[in-house]
């Protein structure tokens, strides 16, 4: 970044006044660049219909929504969730732009490949419960108690 000043003498108002300006014309290209209206990442379905670059849609279990944002935001994915309570257990049905259909694809292989590894990596708490029941039940447990009377040794 380079910024001229033609001035007699660099005073620190004249310094703070170009800074001033520079921001200023940087404010204004950057406001002229963005379309009013445009919308980027997570939005609501009429947000992502109103932009008129046709929607397609994925269906994904509630366990993974949150982390399915975060792969969508990393590829630069517009999209928007929607629950579907018609079935049971409701489902969530991802829409995003039929442009970003790579990227929503690369996002997608992605994320379910981690959580496939992050699956083998745990073993279920519940399965591991279970065993320990089964292990406990099957052990001969001597419910006798047994009183040993004695003084003090000397």
Known sequence: MAV??????LTGR???KALQKFLAAQKARKQKKQIPGAYKGKQTV?????????????????SGIRDFERYARKYGVDFALKKDSSTMP???IVFFKARDADAMT?????????TMKRSAQR?????????MV????NQV?????????????L
Do not use: Y
């Open 141 to 153: 447990v001597d419910r006798q108690k047994h009183k040993e009377r004695g003084g003090p040794e």
């Open 14 to 16: 004249l310094l703070a």
């Open 90 to 92: 409701p489902k969530w």
């Open 4 to 9: 001229t000043v033609q001035g007699a003498k």
């Open 106 to 114: 690369a996002a997608f292989s992605e994320f379910t490949a981690k």
């Open 46 to 62: 009429k947000q992502l219909v109103g932009q008129n670059a046709g929607v397609t849609s994925i269906d994904v279990s509630k």
């Open 123 to 131: 073993p279920s708490v519940v399965k591991l419960l279970r065993k």
């Open 134 to 137: 089964d292990l406990v039940k």
